[in-house]
C-alpha cells in the first residue's frame, strides 16, 4: 500500500510539472551543442505561433525554438492562483537548456519580454543577444506620461480581477466585464489591424486562467516583493510599435541602449504592438542584422515626439 501511495504521488509530481511547463515548438536546424539557436517567446495573450512569420527566416541558419506561458497552450497550469516568476524563470530554463545549442539568441514580445529581462537577469552569461519586442526596461523612477500612469494600471489590475473572478468560480461575472469593459477607450492598444492566432482564438473565447501574470505581478507590487530586473549586461535590441495609447518603455531606457557601444539599438515602426504580426519582414529584417553584428539605420522617437504624433509616418527618428 505504501509503494502504492508514494508512485501515484509520484505520478501526480510528474503530471504536476508537465502541465506547467512551458509549451514549446522545434524548427530549424537540428539542436547540436556548436548551433546558433533563437528562443521566440510569446506574451499574453498569445501561443507559439505567435512567431510564425518571423522564424522562418532563421529557420536555415538556427536551431529555432518557440515558447509560450504555461497554460496558455495546451493544459491549464496546476496552481489556482498562478505560478510566481521566480518558477517561471525555472521552468524557461529548463525549457531552453532541454535543447543542445551554442549562442542562444533571445527574442521575447509583451509579457516574454518581462520573462526575458527576467531570464537574463537570472543568467547573465547564457545569452548572447537579447531583443525585446514593444516592452522595454524599466525602473519604479522613470517617468511616464499621464496617459502611462493611468491606463497601464487600470488594464492591468481589470485583468487581475478577472482571473480572480475565474478563480472563485465566477468566470460568468468576468466575461461579462470583459465585453463591457471600453478597452477602445481606455485600453492601451487601439490600432491593431492584425493579430497573432493565438489573441484571436483568445479573443473570441477568453481563458481568464492565463491573466495569472497581471496577478502575481500586482500582488508582488503590493506586498513589496517584485522582481525588478537590471539592465540587461548583453547586446540588446529592442523594437516598438508606435501606434499604441499608451508605450511600454522610458526614454531613459531609449538612451542607455543609445549610448551603448555594444550594437545595441532600439527601433520604432509604424505599427501596433504585435509588431511580429503587422511587420514581420521589418522585424525579421532587424533581428537578422542585429544577430550578425551589423549596424543598421535603426530609429527611436522621444516620448514626447509620440505623444505629439498619435499616428506617426513610417519609423523615424535619429541614430
Known sequence: MIRVIGLSAMLLVAATAQSDAFPSRRS???????????????GFPDDTRSFDSVAPAFEGTHAVLKLALPGYEGPPISERWG???????EKMHDAVEAQPHGDLFLVAHDWGAYLGLLYCDKYPTEVAKLALLDIGHQKMSDKQSLAEYVVGPTYQLFLAWCFVMDAIGLRPVAALAQTLFPWQWIGPLNYEPSLPTGVEQWNSAPD??????????????????????????????FIYGTRKRMMFHTDRFLNELRERTDGSRSVALDCGHFLQAQKPEEVAAELTSFFEGRR??????????????PEPDAARGEL
Open 208 to 237: 481568464f486562467k492565463t491573466c495569472y501574470p497581471y496577478f502575481v505581478l500586482w500582488t508582488d507590487l503590493v506586498l513589496g516583493r517584485a522582481w525588478m530586473p537590471a539592465m540587461p549586461s548583453m547586446p540588446t535590441l
Open 28 to 42: 530549424g536546424l537540428a539542436p547540436s551543442p556548436t548551433t546558433p539557436m533563437v528562443v521566440f517567446l510569446a
Open 296 to 309: 543598421t539605420r535603426s530609429f527611436h522617437i522621444p516620448h514626447e515626439a509620440e505623444e505629439a504624433s
Open 83 to 89: 505560478l510566481s516568476f521566480k518558477v517561471l524563470i
